[in-house]
C-alpha cells in the first residue's frame, strides 16, 4: 500500500514580504506560521508522513517547538522547485507513494481542503491540485496601463497541495532549475500530463504580503473559536 507523504517547502526568504526573519517563522497568534501549516498536516488521518524541507544556513527553526512527527530536512535550494526537488530526493521514497507538496505560506488550508483533494484524487493516474476559479476580471498591463482584458472563463489560481506519486514528480523535477517550473503541476504538464484540478479555497491564499498576515491570524483564530 503506497503512503502519503506532506512534503513541505519552507526555505525561502520571503523578499516580497520583507521581513529581517523569514515570514514561515513570524508569530501569528503566538506561534510560527509554519507551525499552523503543520498542525493540518500532521492532523490528518490520510497522511502518513510529514517533512519539512528548510535552508541549510536556516537560524530560526531550533528555536521552535515543532509538532511530533515532523521529519525536518535541512536541503533547501536555491529556488522553490530546487527545495522541493532536494526534499524529494532526500525522503526515500517509494516510487508508488503519494507525495503532497505543500508551501509554508499557506498556513489557512483548512482540513475539509486537504480530505477533498485526497478524495479526489484517489488513485488517480497522474495526480492533482487545489485550485480556485479565478473570481476577478483579469486585466494584461504593463507601466500601469491596460493593455487588455484577458476572459476569465477557464482560468484557475493554482494552489497547495499538489499531489503526485514520488517516481513522476522526481522525473519531472530532475530539471527543477527550468524558470517555467513554477509549482509541481507545471512540471508534471511539461512531461505531457493532465493533472486533476480539485476546487480549493479562498482562505488557502499564500501569506506573501506584509498585509497578509493580519487576515492569516484572523482567519485562524476565527477557526479556532468556532471549534471552541
Ligand atoms: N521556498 C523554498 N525554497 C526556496 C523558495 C521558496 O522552500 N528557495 C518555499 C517558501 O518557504 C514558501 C513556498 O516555497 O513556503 C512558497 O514560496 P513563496 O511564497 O514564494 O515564498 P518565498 O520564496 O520565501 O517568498 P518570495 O518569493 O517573496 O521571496
Ligand atoms: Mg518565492
Not at 503506497?2 to 501569528?28: C, D, E, M, V
Not at 499557506?106 to 483533494?117: G, I, K, N, T, V
Not at 532549475?177 to 508534471?188: F, G, L, V
Request: charged residues 20%; contains cysteine; aromatic residues 4%.
Amino acid at each position: 500500500m503506497s503512503r502519503r507523504i506532506a512534503l513541505i517547502p519552507a526555505a525561502g526568504h520571503g523578499s516580497r514580504f520583507g521581513s529581517a526573519t523569514p515570514k514561515q517563522y513570524l508569530l501569528l497568534n503566538g506561534r510560527p506560521l509554519l507551525a499552523h501549516t503543520l498542525d493540518v498536516l500532521c492532523g490528518c488521518a490520510g497522511i502518513d508522513d510529514v517533512a519539512v524541507v528548510i535552508s541549510p544556513g536556516d537560524e530560526w527553526f531550533d528555536g521552535f517547538a515543532w509538532p511530533g512527527r515532523v521529519q525536518v530536512l535541512r536541503v533547501g535550494g536555491a529556488s522553490r522547485a530546487e527545495s522541493v526537488a532536494n526534499g524529494l530526493a532526500a525522503l526515500a521514497a517509494d516510487e508508488d507513494d503519494w507525495v503532497l507538496v505543500h508551501d509554508a505560506a499557506r498556513c489557512c488550508l483548512s482540513p475539509d481542503a486537504l480530505q477533498r483533494l485526497l478524495d479526489d484524487v484517489g488513485d488517480d493516474a497522474i495526480g492533482g491540485i487545489l485550485a480556485q476559479p479565478v473570481a476577478d476580471t483579469v486585466k494584461q498591463g504593463k507601466v500601469g496601463r491596460i493593455a487588455a482584458t484577458v476572459p476569465r472563463d477557464g482560468l484557475w489560481l493554482a494552489q497547495t497541495p499538489q499531489m503526485f506519486r514520488a517516481g513522476l514528480l522526481a522525473e519531472a523535477l530532475q530539471d527543477a532549475a527550468n524558470p517555467a517550473i513554477t509549482d509541481e503541476a507545471s512540471a508534471i504538464e511539461l512531461l505531457g500530463h493532465a493533472p486533476r484540478l480539485v476546487v480549493g479555497e479562498a482562505q488557502n491564499f499564500k501569506v506573501t504580503w506584509p498585509g497578509d498576515l493580519a487576515l492569516a491570524g484572523a482567519i485562524l483564530a476565527a477557526r479556532k473559536g468556532l471549534q471552541a
